[in-house]
């Protein structure tokens, strides 16, 4: 027997009915939703569902910010080298500092 229930990714990181439902990407941006999709990436190496939110909401890149984090500060903090290249890429603000005045290239020497 098939089994029908969704993978935990899709419940834990999709919070709108249809994306738990379907595995759609909302068409409002949620900035606390890519964020999770970053740290999904972090703990387990599936990096889709992050690029598929960044492909569709393209605006996140610069003014998504959660406790004075930006999307850039947030990868650097967790060590995604490969989505602080994409983020660069595509134009994200890398002179932002956090609440505490600290850079990107203090966040780096941190890790």
């Not at 909302?26 to 889709?48: F, Q």
């Not at 134009?91 to 941190?110: P, Q």
Request: charge should be negative; hydrophobic fraction near 45%.
């Amino acid at each position: 027997m098939h089994d029908r229930n969704l993978p935990i990714h899709l419940t834990n990181i999709n919070r709108t009915s249809e994306r738990a439902i379907f595995g759609v990407v909302s068409m409002v941006p949620n900035v606390t939703d890519i964020m999770e999709a970053l740290r999904y990436w972090a703990e387990t190496g599936d990096e889709k569902q992050f690029h598929i939110m960044l492909h569709y909401h393209t605006e996140l890149k610069k003014n998504a910010t959660v406790d004075g984090q930006t999307l850039l500060m947030l990868a650097v903090d967790l060590g995604l080298w490969s989505a602080v290249v994409v983020l660069l890429c595509i134009g994200a603000e890398k002179n932002v500092t956090d609440s505490e005045g600290n850079g990107l290239y203090h966040i780096a020497a941190k890790r």
